[in-house]
T-cell receptor, first 118, second 115 residues
């Protein structure tokens, strides 16, 4: 069982280029998420998807887009990369069960993609 | 205002001793969950422990336990019998019921275990 895979592992990108970060999970989780982690900081949510066919904006969505055509895949696209998007990007997924008493719905993370925009 | 605050940027702990990592949170939602993740130098995020706002008892998972003080809005992580492999960044995160499944993370605490 792979869990969550992300590709590429790392990438150096010229400013202005388009880039898609890939995320695939094999746990049949309904919900998926993209976070960015900047040096010395915690993670900040970029976009999320509660189920295939739906997406939502997180805390820092500008400059990024996502799609959720199926349960397993949740690609993140930078349409025109800028240096401030240099970061480590984490994809995560959760079952998306009932939220409330006794429900943890823990998010499990992929290994991350280190992106440098020059 | 910060929703999750971790006031200790870094800590040293002697091997085999216990260490407490502080986490305070801010929410008016009666339904929320608190998570702790470990991030070793290799970079992956590893889930450690969860505490729900309605849970009556403090969560425990092996050497990890959560000192949950709801009135004080704190959820401190206790690592007992520290091991060298515990050296890592530790993040506290909160999920609020009204916000769905979105997690808000604190800035993290770096722990270095000394032999």
């Amino acid at each position: 069982i792979a869990g969550i895979t992300q590709a590429p592992t790392s990438q150096i990108l010229a400013a202005g280029r388009r880039m898609t970060l890939r995320c695939t999970q094999d746990m049949r989780h309904n919900a998926m998420y993209w976070y960015r982690q900047d040096l010395g900081l915690g993670l900040r949510l970029i976009h999320y998807s509660n189920t295939a066919g739906t997406t939502g904006k997180g805390e820092v969505p500008d400059g990024y887009s996502v799609s959720r055509a199926n349960t397993d895949d949740f690609p993140l696209t930078l349409a025109s990369a800028v240096p401030s998007q240099t970061s480590v990007y984490f994809c995560a997924s959760s079952v998306q069960g009932l939220i409330g008493r006794g429900s943890t719905d823990t998010q499990y993370f992929g290994p991350g993609t280190r992106l440098t925009v020059l | 205002a910060q929703k999750i605050t971790q006031t200790q940027p870094g800590m040293f702990v002697q091997e085999k001793e216990a260490v407490t990592l502080d986490c305070t949170y801010d929410t008016s939602d009666p339904s929320y969950g608190l998570f702790w993740y470990k991030q070793p130098s290799s970079g992956e995020m590893i889930f450690l422990i969860y505490q729900g706002s309605y849970d009556q008892q403090n969560a425990t998972e092996g050497r990890y336990s959560l000192n949950f003080q709801k009135a004080r809005k704190s959820a401190n992580l206790v690592i007992s019998a520290s091991q060298l492999g515990d050296s890592a960044m530790y993040f506290c995160a909160m999920r609020e019921g009204a916000a769905g499944n979105k997690l808000t993370f604190g800035g993290g605490t770096r722990v270095l275990v000394k032999p």
